[in-house]
C-alpha cells in the first residue's frame, strides 16, 4: 500500500522504477518528438527529480521546444538533437512516448546495453524497457511521474509542482476534457498547496496566442469544412499557409480545436503538411468515437478522444482516406 493519496493503480511498477532511478546515475531524458505540455511537463519534472536524487542528467530533445513552455523551470537547460551531442547514455527515462518510435531520432544516443524506464500513459504501449510504468487511465504521464515523486519521498517544491501541473492542465484541456477525473483534481489540489499559481500556467500554456497564429486561423478557417450531418468537420494547414502567416508547425495544432469545437461535431480532424510534404493528421472526438483506432489504422496511435497518424504526401488523398474512416466509426 502507498504512503500517499490518491494511491497509485499500479503500485509494484512504480516502486520498481523508483527502485531503478535511485540505483543509477547519469541518466539521459528523453519524450516524442514535437513535444507538447505533458511531454515537456514530465521531462522537467524528472529532471527536478533527478537534482533531488543528487543524479547528473542530460534532457536532449528532437526538436526545438514551444516557446509557450519557457515558464517552465529548468527549460534553457534542455539540449537540442541538432547542438552537435557526441556521447551516449547506458540508463534513459523515457517519457509520454508510445513507443520506442517516438523518439528514434535520439536513438543515436544510447548505448547497445541501454537500461530504459518507460513512463507513459497511452493505452498501445507495449510496455517496452528494463521498467515501466503504463497506466492508460492516468490523465496525463505527469500523474504517473507525481506517483515516482512520492515513492522516492522528493518533496513538491513549487518548481516540480509547476511541471506536473503542466502536464495535467494541458492534457485535460484545461481539467475539461473527459479524461479528467477525481484523482487528477485530488493530485492538482496537492500541486496547487505547493505553491503552483494556476493562471501563470494556464495564461501561457492554453491562452497565450501569437499573431502570427491568429493569421494561420485566419487562413485556415477559410477551408474548414463540416459534413453534411454535422458530425465530423475537418480544416488543414499547408506549408504555404505557414509562411502567409508567419506561424509555426507547433501553431497549427490549435486548428483542430476549432474544428471539433462545433455544436455539432463528434470528430474533429486537422491535416498539417510538414516540411517534407507529408501529411501530418490530428484526430480529435468528445463522446463516442475511439479516434486511437483509427489512427492505429495509418500506423499511428494516441488515445481513445486524441491521436494522430502520419499518411503520404498528397492532401486530398489523406483527407479522403482519414474521413472514410472516420463516417465508418460514426456509423458503427
Not at 27 to 49: K, Q, Y
Not at 169 to 180: E, K, Y
Not at 206 to 225: D, F, G, I, P, V
Not at 302 to 330: F, P, Q, S, W, Y
Amino acid at each position: 500500500m502507498s504512503k500517499w493519496l490518491p494511491v497509485p493503480r499500479n503500485t509494484e511498477e512504480v516502486e520498481t522504477a523508483a527502485q531503478r532511478l535511485k540505483a543509477s546515475d547519469d541518466w539521459l531524458i528523453v519524450t516524442h518528438e514535437r513535444p507538447d505540455g505533458d511531454a515537456l511537463g514530465s521531462a522537467f519534472a524528472m529532471a527536478h527529480i533527478m537534482q533531488a536524487l543528487g543524479k547528473q542528467w542530460t534532457f536532449i530533445a528532437a526538436d526545438p521546444l514551444p516557446i509557450r513552455f519557457s515558464y517552465l523551470p529548468l527549460f534553457e537547460k534542455a539540449v537540442i538533437a541538432s547542438d552537435n551531442v557526441t556521447r551516449t547514455f547506458s540508463h534513459v527515462v523515457s517519457l509520454d512516448c508510445a513507443d520506442m518510435e517516438r523518439f528514434e531520432a535520439l536513438h543515436k544516443y544510447l548505448d547497445k546495453d541501454v537500461e530504459i524506464i518507460n513512463i507513459d500513459h497511452h493505452r498501445t504501449n507495449p510496455q517496452y524497457g528494463a521498467a515501466a510504468i503504463v497506466d492508460a487511465e492516468a490523465s496525463a504521464t505527469c500523474e504517473l511521474v507525481y506517483h515516482v515523486a512520492r515513492e522516492l519521498e522528493i518533496t513538491l517544491s513549487k518548481e516540480l509542482a509547476t511541471c506536473l501541473y503542466t502536464g495535467l492542465l494541458t492534457d485535460t484541456g484545461g481539467f475539461a476534457l473527459p479524461n479528467t477525473t477525481r484523482v487528477v483534481h485530488q493530485i492538482a489540489a496537492i500541486l496547487l498547496a505547493s505553491g503552483v499559481l494556476p493562471y501563470d500556467v494556464a495564461e501561457p500554456a492554453l491562452e497565450s496566442r501569437s499573431w502570427e497564429q491568429m493569421r494561420l486561423l485566419k487562413l485556415a478557417l477559410m477551408n474548414l469544412t463540416v459534413s453534411e450531418d454535422g458530425r465530423y468537420a475537418a480544416v488543414y494547414a499547408t506549408q504555404a499557409m505557414l509562411k502567409e502567416s508567419g506561424a509555426t508547425q507547433d501553431d497549427a495544432d490549435l486548428l483542430v480545436g476549432f474544428a471539433r469545437g462545433i455544436d455539432t461535431v463528434e470528430v474533429g480532424l486537422l491535416f498539417k503538411e510538414l516540411p517534407d510534404g507529408t501529411i501530418k493528421a490530428s484526430l480529435r472526438s468528445k463522446r463516442y468515437v475511439d479516434v486511437s483506432r483509427i489512427a492505429q489504422h495509418f500506423g499511428g496511435g494516441g488515445h481513445v478522444r486524441a491521436a494522430g497518424c502520419t499518411l503520404g504526401h498528397d492532401l486530398e488523398e489523406a483527407m479522403n482516406a482519414i474521413i472514410e474512416k472516420v463516417k465508418e466509426a460514426l456509423d458503427t
